[in-house]
């Protein structure tokens, strides 16, 4: 079975947040009360986490996400205790490579990141790369890009110096081979190189940008090297329909944020099913959309209607979600609400199909049952999040039901 792992973000939903008064509890301690997916979602919606080094401690491009206390309790009490992991979700860690991309070399040494892997006790740990983020399939060695080549030697080299303190260190820690490329030739001898030096699972990284049959290629020279192919982890890919074929050449664990990211991110695919995806309903706060307080200040519609619209959509939405109104009365206050909003472009036949299929009346995640079409609307970080880990826990059912 190929495992999932979420990158982690720091990112929780409040277990006391008022949805329909849209505040949050006074008495919210956000370390005790805010719940990561695992803990909001039964079963949890992914197999694995991921910690990048560079989330935690900051790279040269950015401080990191974490705040010094949540670095300091991360180090202290380690990764499981720390986000509250149950036994069957495992823990990955990796440097996060993409914060350093734009550097001449990588900022951490070997006994940097193993230090960091040991010390929050990580159940398996990625080994110091330096990512290539072109591709060129028909590029050789000696007609490639130099940096590229440098970059490959330089993950090569720092994979063979953590392998050896990990062994000198008789670490806990899984080490994991990075691997990088630019070619199918490229990724499949820098794996070549890890098996030989003792390697029994890689990462393949770098691989973000590229097309589907582009790594499909580079897995199948991966698997027609005269070798006992490791164990594949790919770093930052999500192609669930590509799994079944990824699986078949060696891929065995995978991560990647985009269905979570998804639910604010992309324009269209918001909230995720089985069969299809959803455009969340819009219904943005008053006081917080700067657009609309232009058109305030302007004149264009006055503060009074602005909020009474905003009002009552989520009231004949809810009313809606609960039988109490119609198809059309609920797509007539989205109207005017755009209207007043003055959108550059409409979403109301989204929203037709969106009402009309009410995906979450069909969803069995807790999230859904708990909340109803709260999820469906796109509206403060509160209902994004929740959406997220609907998301999250939809892309997982898809991934178990590959069937590998």
């Given at each position: 079975m190929i495992?999932y792992y979420?990158?982690d ?7 006391t ?9 006074p ?5 005790r ?10 079963p949890p919606p992914y197999?694995?986490i991921?910690?990048?080094?560079a989330?935690v401690?900051?790279?040269v491009r950015?401080?990191?996400?974490y705040?010094g206390?949540?670095?300091e309790g991360?180090?202290?009490?380690g990764?499981r205790?720390?986000?509250r992991?149950?036994?069957n979700?495992?823990t990955?860690g990796?440097c996060g490579?993409?914060?350093?991309a ?10 940097e990141?193993l230090?960091f892997?040991e010390?929050?006790g ?10 290539i983020?072109?591709?060129d399939?028909?590029?050789?060695e000696?007609?490639?890009?130099p940096?590229?080549v440098r970059r490959?030697?330089?993950?090569l080299q720092y994979a063979?110096e ?7 260190r ?5 080490p994991?081979g990075a691997?990088q490329?630019?070619s199918?030739?490229s990724?499949?001898?820098s ?7 003792g ?13 589907s049959p ?7 020279a ?5 070798f006992d192919r ?7 890919v999500?192609?669930v329909?590509d799994?079944a ?6 891929v ?11 639910a604010?991110?992309?324009?269209r695919?918001?909230?995720?099913t ?6 969340a ?7 917080g959309n ?6 305030i200040?302007a004149?264009?519609?006055t503060q009074r ?12 939405l ?9 198809f059309?009365a609920?797509?007539?206050v ?7 909003l003055d959108v550059k472009?409409?979403h109301?036949s ?8 009410r995906p ?6 807790s999230?859904?049952?708990?909340h109803?079409i709260?999820?469906a ?13 609907h ?12 069937g590998?």
């Amino acid at each position: 079975m190929i495992r999932y792992y979420f990158p982690d973000s720091r990112d929780r939903i409040s277990s006391t947040y008022d949805l329909v008064n849209d505040e949050y509890s006074p008495f919210r301690v956000h370390e005790r009360d805010d719940l990561y997916a695992h803990e909001a979602l039964d079963p949890p919606p992914y197999d694995g986490i991921l910690v990048s080094k560079a989330i935690v401690d900051g790279s040269v491009r950015s401080a990191g996400k974490y705040t010094g206390a949540q670095r300091e309790g991360l180090y202290k009490l380690g990764v499981r205790s720390f986000f509250r992991l149950p036994r069957n979700v495992d823990t990955m860690g990796d440097c996060g490579a993409f914060n350093y991309a734009g550097e001449y070399d990588p900022p951490d040494t070997v006994d940097e990141v193993l230090d960091f892997y040991e010390r929050c006790g990580f159940d398996a740990g990625v080994s110091v790369d330096h990512v290539i983020v072109q591709y060129d399939a028909a590029a050789t060695e000696a007609r490639a890009n130099p940096d590229w080549v440098r970059r490959r030697q330089i993950s090569l080299q720092y994979a063979e110096e953590f392998l050896r303190a990990s062994r000198s260190r008789r670490s806990r820690v899984q080490p994991i081979g990075a691997a990088q490329g630019w070619s199918p030739a490229s990724y499949a001898d820098s794996v070549y190189h890890l098996r030989r030096m003792g390697y029994e699972r890689v990462a393949l990284g770098g691989m973000v940008p590229l097309k589907s049959p582009e790594i499909i290629a580079c897995l199948r020279a991966i698997a027609e090297m005269d070798f006992d192919r490791p164990e594949i982890h790919l770093l930052g890919v999500t192609r669930v329909k590509d799994m079944a074929n990824f699986a078949a050449l060696g891929v065995t664990s995978f991560d990647s944020a985009a269905p979570f990211r998804q639910a604010f991110m992309d324009d269209r695919d918001n909230y995720q099913t089985a069969r299809t995806t959803y455009v969340a309903i819009r219904v943005p706060q008053v006081d917080g959309n700067v657009t609309l307080k232009r058109r305030i200040l302007a004149g264009h519609v006055t503060q009074r209607e602005a909020l009474v619209v905003e009002r009552q959509c989520l009231q004949v939405l809810r009313a809606y979600d609960g039988g109490r109104t119609e198809f059309d009365a609920a797509l007539a206050v989205l109207g005017e609400y755009e209207r007043i909003l003055d959108v550059k472009k409409s979403h109301l036949s989204d929203y037709a199909r969106t009402l009309a299929d009410r995906p979450w009346a069909e969803c069995t995640c807790s999230l859904c049952r708990e909340h109803g079409i709260e999820i469906a609307i796109f509206r403060g970080t509160e209902r994004t999040k929740r959406r997220g880990f609907h998301n999250l826990a939809v892309f997982a059912e898809r991934v178990r039901q590959v069937g590998i």
